[in-house]
């Protein structure tokens, strides 16, 4: 069974660059099956999608949050890692790594859905 | 304000059957976009409950079913336990926004 496991710093100051890492075991990052995706969810509030990525380094983007994000694979450490540009307090949130199926059962979604989520980590963007 | 609502609150007494539902529109779930939800209990990650409209992965409860029509999505629970009470959230896609996006959630209160 996939574990995920994010990482990263807990605090940043507004300005800065938010980093966080995300590893996997129990599988191959580079399977065919799965792609690799970041989520967020402010304290008290809703998910929100930020991207995903694809074994082969293909990526997508929230639209409102494209300018500032990059997401980024790295097969030979069976990981893969958020980077947000320029946070401000409305990026403090608890943040998650999961991974996205697209095919189940021969039959494949027009959507993909989240099969297997991290713990979540809390990041705080404060002076 | 979220492009699929949901609404903020339901609640049901132990037994009862209680139903969530996700309205979105032309450019999501009227689209044919699957719906899939997730269940977020307290302080925990959310854990998928149903994916592709109807299905539920091994080891979820067939006390829980989804569906979908028009615009629309539904999650039921049957045999309310006061261990459902959780935050529920609905996940689809959006083709004017070009994004995925997320209900804003439902918390389910067992009475």
């Known amino acids: 069974q996939l574990q995920l496991q994010e990482s990263g710093p807990g605090l940043v100051k507004p300005s800065e660059t938010l980093s966080l890492t995300c590893t996997v075991s129990?599988?191959?990052?580079?399977?065919?099956?799965?792609?690799w995706g970041w989520i967020r969810q402010p304290p008290g509030k809703g998910l929100e999608w930020i991207g995903s990525?694809?074994?082969?380094?293909?990526?997508s983007y929230n639209p409102s949050l494209k300018s500032r994000v990059t997401i980024s694979v790295d097969t030979s450490k069976n990981q893969f890692s958020l980077m947000l540009s320029s946070v401000t307090a409305a990026d403090t949130a608890v943040y998650y790594c999961?991974?996205?199926?697209?095919?189940?059962?021969?039959?494949?979604?027009?959507?993909?859905?989240?099969?297997?989520w991290g713990q979540g980590t809390l990041v705080t963007v404060s002076s | 304000q979220s492009v699929l609502t949901q609404p903020p609150s339901v609640s049901g007494a132990p037994g009862q059957r209680v139903t969530i539902s996700c309205t979105g529109s032309?450019?999501?779930?009227?689209?044919?976009?699957?719906v899939h939800w997730y269940q977020q209990l307290p302080g925990t990650a959310p854990k998928l409950l149903i994916y592709?409209?109807?299905n539920r992965p091994s080891g979820v409860p067939d006390r829980f079913s989804g569906s979908k029509s028009g615009t629309s999505a539904s999650l039921a629970i049957t045999g309310l336990q006061a261990e459902d009470e959780a935050d529920y959230y609905c996940?689809?896609?959006?083709?004017?926004?070009?994004?995925?996006?997320f209900g804003g959630g439902t918390k389910l209160t067992v009475l």
């Open positions: 032309s450019s999501n779930i009227g689209a044919g976009y699957d």
């Open positions: 999961a991974t996205e199926v697209g095919c189940s059962g021969g039959y494949c979604y027009l959507v993909n859905y989240f099969d297997y």
């Open positions: 129990g599988g191959s990052i580079s399977s065919s099956s799965y792609y």
């Open positions: 990525i694809y074994y082969s380094g293909s990526t």
């Open positions: 592709g409209n109807s």
């Open positions: 996940h689809s896609y959006d083709s004017s926004l070009s994004g995925v996006l």
